[in-house]
């Protein structure tokens, strides 16, 4: 079993719409959440950072996680064919811990917006 | 501006050569990383490094190498021991200050041929 499952998709949705990703983990000791967002042959960008569970909002990025769960998410609100990209789950431990500084991924999300 | 530089973009590597993939970054970040990525498979951490002459393997470091000779560079080499070395390698870095997002480069596409 994966320390990080997210279904890899495709998801495909028209413009407007509201968008969920979600990730599941089992290592408790992760503290710290990111949503990555990585275009086509490109790195990935840095979208949403998160320490420990509770809402973050970033324009139209919303970015949840619940630790008594292991489940966290990232919603998108009015979705546009700009947000075409594969979105990255990925996660650290805290200080102290062996997963410290070092992030595991998920398997990404491919998400195409079409007009 | 400040950022991570990966050369070459697209690379050829013919059976039983190695290749090193350069890695530059100018935000004085302490760490650095490695990552291979593969359709369907996300990122795999290949190798990294906290601080300079020193470096750590990931997960799957069989076939590779790196070195950390200073705080900018973190070169990787693809050896011809690894067999399936066909995928996209990406390089990242962090501060070491507690801020655990990473910045990454735009990638090599290394091919077999």
């Known amino acids: 079993q994966k320390e990080v499952e997210q279904d890899p998709g495709p998801l495909s949705v028209p413009e407007g719409a509201i968008v969920s990703l979600n990730c599941t983990y089992s290592?408790?000791?992760?503290?710290?959440f990111m949503w990555y967002r990585q275009y086509s042959r490109k790195g990935p960008e840095l979208l949403m950072y998160?320490?420990?569970?509770g809402n973050k909002e970033d324009g139209r990025f919303t970015a949840q996680v619940d630790k008594s769960s292991k489940y966290i998410s990232l919603f998108i609100r009015d979705s546009q064919p700009s947000d075409s990209a594969t979105y990255l789950c990925?996660?650290?431990?805290?200080?102290?811990?062996?997963?410290?500084?070092?992030?595991?991924f998920g398997q990404g999300t491919i998400l195409t917006v079409h007009p | 501006d400040g950022g991570i530089t990966q050369s070459p973009k697209y690379l050829f590597r013919k059976e039983g050569q190695n290749v090193t993939l350069s890695c530059e970054q100018n935000l004085n970040h302490d760490a650095m990383y490695w990552y291979r990525q593969d359709p369907g498979q996300g990122l795999r951490l290949i190798y990294y490094s906290q601080i300079v002459n020193d470096f750590q393997k990931g997960d799957i470091a069989e076939g590779y190498s790196v070195s950390r000779e200073k705080k900018e560079s973190f070169p990787l080499t693809v050896t011809s021991a690894q067999k399936n070395p066909t995928a996209f390698y990406l390089c990242?870095?962090?501060?070491?200050?507690?801020?655990?997002?990473?910045?990454f480069g735009s990638g090599t596409r290394l091919t077999v041929v």
């Open positions: 998160t320490y420990s569970s």
């Open positions: 990242a870095s962090r501060t070491g200050q507690g801020n655990y997002g990473y910045t």
């Open positions: 990925a996660m650290s431990g805290g200080a102290g811990g062996t997963s410290y500084g070092k992030l595991t």
């Open positions: 290592n408790s000791a992760f503290q710290y």
